[in-house]
């Protein structure tokens, strides 16, 4: 049961231009989201989160947007640069049941930043 | 301020042998949390340890288990390994429990021949 789906496993963008990247989830009890970022053979490097209370959190080049009807959430990377080359995780937990303390992450996207 | 750390970086051993994996989480966090990340698969999130207690375990079997010391600190062992167990084992620590930002180590890559 994949409860978090990033269903683009890819995504080429050039630089400079808007990365966006798509997440959609199934549970609703979900309340936290997190986006991380990933090189191969390395740990995922936190990048950014929301509360389900808010709709919209921004960090530098990053902006995370919510979509509680839709349960969809999205990564919005302004402007694109070749080191953002990666593969990037959402991820969602709530402090409940099973899902405490555990992140639920999909699949991946890999985005690829074209000089 | 040091991230959280994993040891050894890789690990290669034999079906049926026993694994041992180390994680050190960030300074002041007391949470840590186990991930297996094998190949084509996502995260799959293994064991959540909190001062010292076992939390929460994913859907993995007893065979896979771990502690937590008094420094937080955290050991990962995998009993009677099996070929498919061959993964990358992260480890993530947090500084408060539950719903919280979690951040991970480098991992660990253990291959079982």
């Known amino acids: 049961d994949q409860q978090v789906k990033q269903n683009s496993p890819s995504l080429s963008v050039q630089e400079g231009r808007i990365s966006i990247l798509n997440c959609d989830y199934t549970?609703?009890?979900?309340?936290?989201f997190l986006w991380y970022k990933k090189y191969p053979a390395e740990g995922p490097t936190f990048l950014i989160s929301?509360?389900?209370?808010?709709d919209k959190n921004e960090d530098g080049r990053f902006t995370v947007f919510l979509n509680k009807s839709a349960k969809h959430l999205s990564l919005h990377i302004v402007p694109s640069q070749p080191g953002d080359s990666a593969v990037y995780f959402c991820?969602?937990?709530?402090?409940?049941?099973?899902?405490?303390?555990?992140?639920?992450f999909g699949q991946g996207t890999i985005l690829t930043v074209h000089p | 301020e040091a991230g959280v750390t994993q040891s050894p970086t890789h690990l290669i051993k034999t079906r049926g042998q026993q694994a041992t994996l180390r994680c050190s989480p960030i300074?002041?966090?007391?949470?840590v949390y186990w991930y297996q990340q094998a190949l084509g698969l996502g995260l799959q999130f293994l064991l959540w340890?909190?001062?010292?207690?076992?939390?929460n375990r994913g859907n993995f079997p007893p065979r896979f288990s771990g502690r937590q010391f008094p420094n937080y600190s955290s050991e990962l062992n995998v009993n009677a390994l099996e070929l498919e167990d061959s993964a990358l084992y992260l480890c993530?620590?947090?500084?408060?429990?539950?719903?919280?930002?979690?951040?991970f180590g480098p991992g660990t890559r253990l291959t079982v021949l």
């Open positions: 993530a620590s947090s500084l408060d429990t539950g719903s919280d930002t979690q951040y």
């Open positions: 549970n609703s009890m979900f309340d936290y």
């Open positions: 929301i509360s389900s209370i808010k």
């Open positions: 991820a969602a937990t709530f402090a409940g049941g099973t899902s405490y303390g555990k992140l639920t």
């Open positions: 300074s002041g966090h007391t949470s």
């Open positions: 340890y909190d001062e010292g207690e076992e939390r």
